[in-house]
């Protein structure tokens, strides 16, 4: 049995949701690039994201963001997803785009406008009954500009709050993850900025809320693998948001920015057990293509994953021990280096094929006539957006 050969079972059930929104259009506050063949319904995004499991076997599931995927019938839409290969995922709620969330949600001094924050999340989990989801997703843009515009202490008090009433509504085999983001949009504080707030507010909760990481929500020079690794030994982490970054919350493809950051973070979700069968980790990819075309950005993203998991599987770990007993830094170091620099490509292409998948997916996607097949019939109506 050569080495690859042992990681397969891993790869075989290596899985990484999707967003709905990475379908739809976005950009910077400057300008928004439309691309002809964007979805207008949360439908088109399912099909397209669809399409991307077709061509990798990587993407088994969708996220959704209410109310920008909003439908009548979730039931309905979970059976359009079952019929095109994939299932509802992850359900993201919103408390960021109305008026009355200007000065927080699940934080507001007000309790009507908490009140109604909590009944927006309650409704998620509603849906997730019906979308037979897993994972309810709370991210807050709730923070201040300025000092003293709150009471940053009691807006703790009020979060926790908000979050017990929540998590009482959680089914047993529901989860709730909590993201942190150290800035933006408020910018003197926020009130769940980094991953010790977000652990506090979860453990004082239960066993059924942990934390979401996502890659691009730290300050620079942040070392995340050990954010991982001790998020781990805490059975604490529950959930990635994918993407990177140069420079502040950049949501670009996953492993474009730095892949040795992505190899680093992903070897710690091994050694800590996170890519075990049953482990509580669940994968997802949280990124934006302002201007590159949508579906190929998403197979580019699931590929990078793909391709780092393999180069972390491979690694050495009794070399690797035996060389940190023996107290021998460079030996160490180079057992790491050897696995990241491994060109697992070649195996890849030979295990997809093997599956009946595309040995090249991004080259098969460009073949299959999908793209234009869109942009001629998505014509009329209103393209998604990264908000709708
Ligand atoms: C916030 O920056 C964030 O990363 C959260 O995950 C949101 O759910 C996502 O962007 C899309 O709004
Ligand atoms: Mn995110
Ligand atoms: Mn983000």
């Known amino acids: 049995m050569t080495s690859f050969d042992r990681i397969v079972p891993v790869l075989d059930r290596l899985a990484i949701e999707v967003p709905s929104w990475a379908y739809g259009n976005s950009g910077t506050r400057f300008k928004v690039f439309a691309t002809p063949g964007t979805p207008r319904t949360p439908q088109e995004k399912i099909a397209d994201a669809a399409k991307v499991h077709e061509l990798t076997g990587l993407a088994p599931t969708v996220a959704l963001h209410i109310p920008w995927d909003k439908v009548d019938d979730y039931a309905a839409l979970r059976s359009f997803a079952q019929d095109h290969g994939v299932d509802l995922g992850t359900i993201n709620s919103n408390t960021f785009q109305d008026d009355v969330y200007k000065l927080g949600s699940l934080t507001h001094r007000d309790p009507a406008v908490r009140r109604r924050a909590i009944d927006h999340h309650l409704e998620c989990i509603e849906i997730m009954g019906r979308t037979g989801s897993r994972d309810l997703k709370i991210w807050l843009a709730d923070g201040t500009n300025y000092p003293g515009q709150g009471d940053i202490r009691a807006r703790q008090d009020w979060l926790h709050e908000s979050l017990t009433e929540i998590y009482a509504h959680l089914g047993d085999e529901q989860r709730m993850v909590l993201e942190y983001k150290f800035f933006e949009p408020a910018f003197y504080h926020t009130d769940v900025p980094d991953w010790g707030t977000s652990y506090a507010h979860v453990n004082a909760l239960g066993d059924k809320a942990f934390v979401c990481l996502d890659t691009g929500h730290h300050a620079p020079g942040t070392n995340i693998e050990f954010i991982v690794a001790q998020l781990l030994r805490l059975g604490k982490l529950g959930s990635f948001d994918f993407n990177s970054r140069f420079y502040a919350d950049d949501d670009l493809i996953v492993g474009a920015a730095d892949p ?82 491994t060109d697992v490509r070649p195996l890849l292409a030979a295990y997809r094929e093997a599956k009946g998948l595309p040995a090249d997916p991004m080259t098969a996607y460009a073949a299959s006539g999908y793209q234009q097949r869109i942009a001629a019939e998505r014509v009329g109506g209103t393209q998604a957006s990264w908000g709708a």
């Open 260 to 341: 040795f950051q992505l190899f680093r973070i992903l070897a710690e979700v091994a050694r800590g057990g996170g890519l075990d069968e049953g482990s509580p980790v669940a994968l997802m990819l949280d990124q934006c293509h302002n201007i590159e075309d949508k579906i190929p950005g998403q197979i580019r993203s699931v590929l990078n994953v793909q391709e780092t998991v393999a180069k972390v599987l491979l690694l050495d770990r009794e070399a690797l021990t035996a060389a940190q007993d023996a107290g021998d830094v460079l030996a160490a170091h180079q057992v790491v280096m050897d696995a990241f620099w």
